[in-house]
């Protein structure tokens, strides 16, 4: 099994810069699906991915339709301040791919896209009064890592030593 972080029309280079980062420490492809607000030779972006970008399965999508043409009849889950599902109660250790698919900063996800498929959406607690959202970059994370936990964090090292290690 694999999860697969989406990125609906991102807009800021920095945060799909910075989930790229986790895709390559997951080993998660990165779904982009155009139209980009940014390219994606941009500087920002590549700093943001630090050297980790060439380390990243990027899959590029026209458009929403196309993407779910490619996903077929795989699981999707859509991640967004308007759900009632909590994304920590959803169980992720299915034996097979499983999608995440984060809304464009300035407007989310389509609302018809979202009532579609309003059984699949889900949500990170938060006080709505304080925040309109999450940071993206930091809201992919947070998701992709819980559904890794559940999973038992396969194929990742649970702990390295290093050259210099500051602990031994």
């Given at each position: 099994?694999?999860?697969?972080?989406?990125?609906?029309?991102?807009?800021?280079?920095?945060?799909?810069g910075?989930?790229?980062?986790?895709?390559?420490?997951?080993?998660?492809?990165?779904?982009?699906?155009?139209?980009?607000?940014?390219?994606?030779?941009?500087?920002?972006?590549?700093?943001?991915?630090?050297?980790?970008?060439?380390?990243?399965?990027?899959?590029y999508?026209?458009?929403?339709?196309?993407?779910?043409?490619y996903?077929?009849?795989?699981?999707?889950?859509?991640?967004?301040?308007?759900?009632?599902?909590?994304?920590?109660?959803?169980?992720?250790?299915?034996?097979?791919?499983?999608?995440?698919?984060?809304?464009?900063?300035?407007?989310?996800?389509?609302?018809?896209?979202?009532?579609?498929?309003?059984?699949?959406?889900?949500?990170?607690?938060?006080?709505?009064?304080?925040?309109?959202s999450?940071?993206?970059?930091?809201?992919?994370?947070?998701?992709v890592?819980?559904?890794?936990?559940?999973q038992?964090?396969?194929?990742l090292?649970?702990?390295?030593?290093?050259?210099?290690?500051?602990?031994?």
């Amino acid at each position: 099994m694999t999860n697969h972080i989406v990125l609906f029309e991102p807009q800021i280079p920095a945060n799909t810069g910075n989930i790229a980062r986790t895709c390559a420490a997951t080993n998660s492809p990165l779904h982009l699906i155009e139209p980009l607000g940014f390219s994606t030779d941009d500087k920002h972006l590549k700093r943001a991915g630090l050297d980790y970008w060439n380390d990243v399965q990027v899959i590029y999508h026209q458009n929403l339709e196309a993407f779910m043409a490619y996903l077929g009849e795989k699981k999707l889950y859509l991640v967004s301040k308007f759900a009632e599902q909590t994304y920590s109660d959803i169980d992720y250790t299915v034996d097979e791919d499983v999608f995440f698919i984060f809304g464009k900063e300035t407007t989310g996800l389509p609302e018809e896209f979202m009532r579609a498929h309003a059984e699949d959406c889900i949500r990170i607690p938060m006080d709505d009064t304080h925040v309109r959202s999450l940071n993206l970059s930091n809201t992919a994370c947070m998701i992709v890592y819980e559904a890794l936990r559940q999973q038992g964090f396969p194929n990742l090292e649970r702990s390295h030593t290093y050259e210099t290690d500051k602990l031994k």
